[in-house]
């Protein structure tokens, strides 16, 4: 049985001091301990924001790929090992180079976690408007306010047919080690926003600004996390009002994970298939047809 020393690394994390980040990196530990994995059952794919780091420092399998690619690779990953996969990147990766593949994440269902650290500021190319910034908010390339209505990633999670859509806030890391076991335990596409702190580039939303703002849907009387309208209602509070719902919004089990009707991963995924039998690819036969 794994233990979170089994996940250390002799590196340590040069997040700024008091960043969120620190409080997902331990969350993920924690939940892969809880969970029972051992480094060797997950893979995790980065993108490109502070978090992105994430895969350096933890004893884990991973790769670090592209700006907004993250979850296409994460698709590759998943059909070809069968690992349990889980994505981690932020806002501009996950909402805006990679906003069509989050779109089409959520409605293939495909069985991986999205983790979005949401600090709603490019932070890692040193504080440039993103886009999950607030209206009005100050940036270096916003010197007088954004003009951009944030994107809302729950209510369009939801909208393209994701089953299983939740938010974190990194104030709360016992809520987020829940969050994360949930997902890894959910059979499709699961995301969670998180709302990081950014305590460089940031700094009109530190810990108290979410403490003061933060709910869990839980705890909402009538609180039916398969209710899509309700889910939906909850999403669409943040951030057109103050109030910010934390917590698993929508879940749906009774849906299959896309990997689930793929026909050539009957037989298992495909690194543990002899590569002769495998339907999509005899080598020697590609080879010998471009010679
Ligand atoms: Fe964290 Fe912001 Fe520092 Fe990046 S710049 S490490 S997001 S506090």
Redesign the pocket.
């Known amino acids: 049985m794994a233990t979170l020393q089994d996940y250390a690394v002799d590196v340590r994390p040069?997040?700024?001091s008091?960043?969120?980040?620190h409080s997902t990196w331990n969350a993920l530990k924690r939940a892969f301990v809880q969970l029972g994995y051992e480094p060797r059952d997950l893979f995790m794919v980065t993108g490109v924001?502070?978090?992105s780091k994430m895969n350096d420092y933890m004893r884990i399998n991973g790769i670090h790929t592209l700006h907004g690619r993250s979850l296409a690779v994460a698709a590759g990953v998943r059909l070809a090992s069968g690992k349990k996969v889980i994505t981690v990147h932020g806002d501009g990766d996950g909402y805006g180079e990679g906003g069509n593949h989050f779109m089409h994440a959520a409605r293939r269902n495909l069985g991986f976690v999205d983790i979005v650290?949401n600090?709603q500021?490019y932070?890692?190319t040193r504080g440039q408007v993103s886009p999950t910034s607030r209206l009005g908010f100050r940036s270096s390339t916003s010197p007088g306010g954004s003009l951009e209505r944030p994107v809302n990633p729950l209510a369009l999670a939801l909208s393209q047919g994701a089953t299983f859509v939740a938010r974190g806030a990194t104030h709360d890391m016992m809520q987020l080690v829940e969050l994360i076991v949930a997902a890894m335990q959910h059979r499709g596409y699961a995301l969670i926003d998180v709302m990081?702190?950014?305590?460089?580039?940031?700094r009109a939303m530190p810990y108290d600004y979410y403490r003061e703002r933060a709910y869990k849907v839980e705890e909402v009387e009538g609180y039916d996390a398969t209710d899509w309208n309700a889910a939906m209602a909850f999403a669409l509070e943040y951030p057109a009002t103050e109030r910010i719902p934390t917590g698993i919004l929508y879940r749906r089990e009774d849906l299959p994970a896309y990997e689930e009707g793929v026909s050539a991963l009957k037989a298992g995924p495909l690194v543990e298939q002899p590569l002769r039998t495998r339907p999509l690819a005899d080598i020697d036969l590609l080879l010998r047809e471009h010679m």
């Open positions: 040069t997040w700024c008091g960043c969120g980040n924001g502070c978090c650290e600090n500021v932070a890692l990081q702190v950014c305590v460089t580039y940031n």
